[in-house]
Nanobody, 124 residues
């Protein structure tokens, strides 16, 4: 059984940075594409960033381009979301998800596993 656990969320002022982590137990990310999603209160869940199974390609939502970066550690058991220049509209619960597909889907329903989420709040 694979379990994904996100951490690193919290309260930060606008313009600040946070790094979220997603640790996997039971399996490495070696054969999986990874994605980060978020859901703000009262809004639909949206794709944020993703990385292909090979790790050779990353994907970003337009709203976070140039600010957010996804990476995977060399052991391929932890995936990170580096968030810079945070804005109040980035406030949401952030989820990581794991997919056996070659590339990350922008629909979370296409993933095999997902975490419980971590809250990120950006104050103005």
């Amino acid at each position: 059984q694979v379990r994904l656990v996100e951490s690193g969320g919290g309260l930060v002022q606008a313009g600040g940075s946070l790094r979220l982590s997603c640790a996997a137990s039971g399996r490495s990310f070696s054969n999986y594409a990874m994605g980060w999603f978020r859901q703000a209160l009262g809004k639909e869940r949206e794709f944020v960033v993703g990385i292909s199974r090979s790790g050779g390609r990353t994907y970003n939502a337009d709203s976070v381009k140039g600010r957010f970066t996804i990476s995977v550690d060399t052991a391929k058991t932890t995936v990170y979301l580096q968030m810079n220049s945070l804005k109040p509209e980035d406030t949401a619960i952030y989820y990581c998800a794991m997919s056996s597909s070659l590339s990350p889907s922008r629909n979370m329903d296409g993933y095999d596993y997902r975490g419980q989420g971590t809250q990120v709040t950006v104050s103005s």
